[in-house]
């Protein structure tokens, strides 16, 4: 990074501009030459209160965010979701790999706190299990077909031309297929894990955000600090790193809170349709379609539960998106 | 005596923030008269805006009229409910706003947004709309209204827009027209035919109108009487002849001298107002301006009353200026740069002005010794930049297979040089080329053909890692603050980010460089640490120009530096744009529409002209002898601040719009709204030719007579700013 033997040599210029503030202050502050007059300090005081004091860009964040009340509570509900799916089991033991023909569909009762599933399982800790995988796969999902997204959008809007014209050409031609028959086509061939439901989700997922972030790119790209720092010399891929992705984050994260909601409803319909991980793995999506299947039995501990979870978790999510956008706002943020 | 049209009374409006009330307008008062236009001035933040939407309760949701009475006609607006006051708006008064390119929906002809008002309030049919309608496009002067009614309005040029938008606000005949900066988003010749235009309907219709700007040149020339505003408050109200002639409050002084003047002593400082309007959250105690002014004493911790210092003179300050008639700031006007600028204050608590106001001239000398060496320097000075018959075209696509069926010709065949050192002023109206020379100048842009070179090398030759290196020698400044920065990236990071590219020193020196940059731009070193949207417009060009300065460039291209800026900020930045240029050596090619501040700042000054450069020469000789009619009648239209200059020039001096650059006009380009054309300039393009040393200009019918030994011809002009002449005086 430090080019010493470049003209002119930093030890030298540093002196210069010195020198020159010694010159320039004067004239262009004011105050300091009518040092002792009273309006000179009336002159003054502004421009030191002008500048608020720094803090942390992390703290900062922090109470953006929870000035969002509504993105607090999702985020409170988010943990204990998570607490729930993954801690929960450590303290509520149940047998969750054998089927058992005696306990079948039991009500709610003291020894099974939600019941049992038609497997004879029990209810609650099946939720917590189904909870760990529906949470990964949310996340996961999320998280992949947004940074996806996001370099092949940033790539394609701020290079242009005829490689924005192609890759944009692929993500429609993608869109045009219908992704229940890629996760049919894939049911089919293989035996369905956690990793390829993953994979495949992302795969449909990323297109509209690549999509998004090429938009927005390309308004961005034609900004004066994007010029400005061409104009020092920067590359294609540092004006992306330093100015486009920073500002594209906004959109990004709303975007990927959303992308988080879609998984997880997407799992779920791929899971009511039999097309997921088989059991004894289990996910919301899989228990509300058992529960739907007996529904008219009226055995409402193995559907209820199971759809206000998901119901829950996407409603956090998305409040969460929201307050998120608040933080990465700088402008709103207030010292 | 006239009928009173509107009569406000102790108006205050207050804008409901996340965490405090403010003011916008606090206790302001006004009347208007029939056929009478009363000017708002202030600067942007002061609160013109706000009390004009208070009239129409037209308010952002957050805002309230909190007290006061607006009496229209005798009839108390603020007490009326939404209903009634749509019966209200568009029929006794009406609106016009400064963006025509917004304030026009763009979805519907503009014959039906004419007729709108028609048919809300009078329930018109559509041949009676139709006909209202053609009369009005026919009265606000648009061409041919019986074609143009189906237009849309992204068929229209802007001037024509903002036509349009007189007309949808005068269908009804309103008894008031409220115009806020009807003309700021236009260019200056387009400006003077759309303030004949309001002067005119205001005549014929005797209507009273609200005019609200920031511009001390259309108040001069346009109003009857001006009132001043400061940070919500009203501080000066009187006749418009005599706020100029005598005015009284330090602020109205201050804003007047700040502002760059045609007249204007190039080698003096401007006088600016330090700091920047306060936060209306955050009001310093008394009155407002006290922080700012150079007359403060302890007394302006209390709030100064409204008074009436001369008959129908009111002024809110307890030392008031120029109390001695004949002074003030009028008297600055006519000698320029001299320190009789700034009338000694009644009281003496600070004497001192704030900005010397340069040295004084020396037994009527016009060029000040300073200037004269500077010429003199630069004459000898190599040449930096040289522009050779440079040709940028853009295709124009269009048919079923995107065939090119044309090209806007944005720069047509210019050659120019600058010298070292040299600041080179390029002006011109929006659409005439400027700023796509000026990105070609600073190797952002390919041009079509010529060359560019900085230093003897042309640097788009240059590829790769090549060019990125020498693209320090040249940096850029931008016209919008807001728009320049990253709002992502703190002012530190902001400023190093050069230096990091370039991989200039390491991590320390490259701090201390950004330190240093900004004691020499004016700021404190907190402000590494803050994010730009902390700061106000005028701090956030001087962030731009530290920027611009991080790796000691040779040539600064400036795009409109200080056209965003309000007036008193303006000139703090001119100032420190010329401090930094004699320290750092900075050659500058400055682009600007506004020539007073290129007069101010430039040594030469080049008109262009839809493409092509029309003249070319010193700033002095620009001004004070130009030799295109066009260069003349630009100069023209720019408002001066005084009434008597602005009052006896009674019509606009550039007619019609900018033709479109697809098909530029055959001959010299000017042709088609030259007052002097005649066959020839159809014909024939005029060639450049010489009017004295470093002054050409490309006319068949020049203001002057050629001088007989400069033949420049097509040849390049390199030697621009030569030896001062020897009749320059």
């Known amino acids: 990074m430090t080019t010493h033997d470049d003209p002119p040599p930093p030890s030298q210029e540093l002196p210069a501009a010195g020198a020159a503030t010694v010159a320039t202050r004067p004239s262009s502050a004011p105050s300091p030459q009518r040092s002792g007059e009273r309006t000179a300090t009336a002159q003054g005081a502004p421009r030191d209160s002008e500048v608020a004091t720094p803090a942390s860009a992390w703290r900062l964040g922090f109470r953006t965010f929870t000035e969002n009340h509504l993105a607090t509570a999702g985020l409170v509900l988010l943990v204990l979701l998570v607490l729930f799916s993954f801690v929960g089991p450590l303290f509520y033991h149940t047998n969750q790999v054998a089927s058992s023909l005696i306990s079948q569909n039991l009500p709610p009762s003291g020894s099974h706190l939600l019941g049992t599933s038609p497997e004879g399982r029990d209810e609650l800790g099946r939720l917590m299990l189904g909870g760990q995988s529906t949470i990964e796969v949310g996340l996961g999902v999320g998280v992949l077909a947004t940074l996806f997204g996001l370099v092949y959008g940033a790539l394609s809007g701020f290079v242009g031309g005829i490689l924005d014209a192609v890759m944009m050409r692929v993500v429609d031609a993608l869109l045009s297929i219908p992704y229940l028959f890629f996760v049919v086509l894939l049911a089919a061939l293989t035996r369905p894990n956690l990793l390829l439901v993953i994979v495949v989700l992302s795969a449909v997922s990323w297109l509209s955000t690549a999509r998004l972030v090429r938009g927005e790119t390309l308004s961005l790209r034609t900004r004066d600090y994007v010029t400005a720092s061409q104009g020092f010399g920067s590359r294609a891929h540092q004006v992306i790193a330093r100015h486009i992705t920073p500002n594209l984050l906004g959109v990004v994260v709303v975007n990927g809170t959303l992308k988080v909601a879609d998984a997880i409803l997407a799992f779920a319909s791929i899971a009511y349709l039999g097309l997921g991980p088989p059991p004894p793995a289990t996910n919301w999506g899989e228990l509300l379609s058992a529960g739907i299947n007996n529904l008219f039995d009226g055995y409402w501990w193995q559907l209820w539960p199971a759809g206000l979870l998901i119901v829950v978790t996407v409603l956090a999510v998305n409040v969460i998106g929201d307050g998120l956008s608040d933080v990465v706002e700088i402008r709103l943020q207030k010292r | ?729």
Request: glycine fraction near 8%; include cysteine.
């Open chain 2, 1 to 729: 005596m006239k009928q009173r049209i509107l009569d406000v009374e102790h108006l205050r409006t207050e804008f409901h923030l996340r965490s405090v009330n403010v003011a916008a307008v606090d206790d302001v008062s006004l009347t208007i008269d029939q056929g009478e236009c009363v000017g708002l001035v202030g600067e942007s933040g002061c609160g013109k805006s706000t009390t004009g939407l208070s009239i129409m309760r037209l308010l952002p949701r957050s805002g309230h009229v909190t007290s006061g009475r607006v009496l229209l006609d005798g009839r108390d607006l603020v007490p009326l409910s939404e209903a009634e006051m749509r019966q209200v708006r568009g029929r006794a008064v009406s609106m016009i706003f400064q963006d025509p390119m917004t304030s026009l929906n763009p979805t519907m002809t503009i014959g039906a947004q004419v007729a709108e008002p028609l048919v809300i309030h009078f329930g018109s049919s559509k041949k009676a709309a139709l006909d209202r309608t053609l009369e009005t496009l026919h009265l606000v002067g648009i061409p041919n209204p019986r074609e143009r009614v189906d237009d849309y309005p992204h068929q229209l040029s802007g001037g024509l827009r903002q036509r349009v938008m007189i007309a949808t606000a005068l269908a009804a005949e309103p008894k008031l027209l409220i115009a806020d900066e009807p003309t700021t988003a236009l260019d200056v010749t387009i400006q003077a035919q759309i303030l004949d235009l309001l002067d005119r309907l205001r005549e014929e219709l005797s209507m009273a109108v609200l005019l609200i700007t920031h511009d001390m040149g259309v108040i001069a020339g346009r109003t009857d009487r001006v009132m001043v505003m400061y940070a919500g408050k009203m501080v000066e109200a009187a006749t418009t002849d005599e706020l100029f002639a005598a005015t009284r409050h330090p602020y109205a002084e201050a804003l007047l001298q700040s502002i760059p003047q045609l007249t204007q002593d190039a080698s003096a400082r401007l006088p600016s107002i330090p700091g920047h309007p306060p936060d209306l959250s955050r009001l310093p105690p008394g009155c407002r301006f006290a922080p700012r002014c150079r007359y403060a004493s302890p007394a302006c911790v209390e709030e100064p009353p409204l008074e009436e210092a001369a008959a129908g003179h009111l002024v809110a300050c307890f030392h008031p200026v120029g109390v001695l008639p004949g002074s003030g700031a009028a008297a600055a006007w006519s000698a320029p740069g001299a320190p009789s600028g700034i009338p000694e204050p009644p009281l003496p608590p600070a004497t001192t002005p704030l900005e010397p106001s340069g040295a004084p001239s020396r037994d009527g000398d016009p060029m000040p010794p300073d200037a004269a060496t500077r010429r003199l320097a630069l004459a000898a000075a190599p040449v930096l930049v040289e522009v050779d018959h440079l040709v940028k075209e853009y295709p124009v696509r269009g048919g079923g297979m995107r065939r090119r069926v044309g090209s806007v010709k944005a720069v047509s065949d210019v050659s120019f040089g600058i010298r070292r050192g040299e600041t080179f002023g390029l002006v011109g109206e929006s659409g005439c080329g400027k700023s796509t020379l000026g990105r070609m100048v600073a190797a952002l842009e390919r041009p079509t053909s010529g060359t560019v070179r900085l230093g003897g090398d042309e640097l788009l030759r240059l590829r790769g890692a090549d060019l990125r290196r020498r693209r320090r020698e040249l940096q850029l400044m931008f016209q919008d603050p807001y728009a320049s920065l990253d709002p992502r990236m703190r002012v530190g990071s902001i400023l190093r980010e050069p230096l990091v590219v370039q991989g200039v020193g390491d991590r320390r020196q490259q701090w201390e460089t950004v330190a240093s940059l900004l004691d020499e731009v004016g700021l404190s070193r907190r402000a590494v640490d803050l994010y730009p949207h902390e700061f106000s417009g005028g701090q956030r060009q001087r962030i731009g120009l530290a920027r611009a300065l991080t790796l000691n460039p040779r040539l600064v291209v400036a795009d409109e530096p200080v056209s965003a800026l309000d007036v008193s900020i303006q000139s703090q930045i001119l100032n420190l744009m010329k401090a930094l240029q004699r320290n750092h050596g900075l050659t500058y090619l400055v682009i600007s529409h506004d020539l007073a501040v290129l007069r101010y700042l430039s040594d030469t000054i080049g008109v262009m002209y839809l493409g092509k450069m029309v003249e070319l020469g010193a700033a002095d000789d620009i001004y004070a002898r130009p030799a295109h009619p066009y260069t003349h009648g630009l100069i023209q239209a720019i408002p001066v601040p005084d009434p008597s200059i602005e009052k006896a020039k009674r019509s606009a001096a550039v007619r019609g719009e900018l033709p479109s650059a697809v098909n530029p006009p055959s001959g010299c380009r000017f042709r088609t709204r030259c007052p002097l054309a005649q066959e020839i300039c159809a014909e024939e393009e005029p060639p450049l030719r010489g009017f004295g040393p470093g002054h050409v200009a490309a006319c068949h019918f020049p203001l002057l007579s050629p001088s007989a030994d400069q033949q420049a011809g097509g040849a390049p002009v390199v030697s621009v700013t030569s030896e001062p002449a020897p009749g320059a005086s």
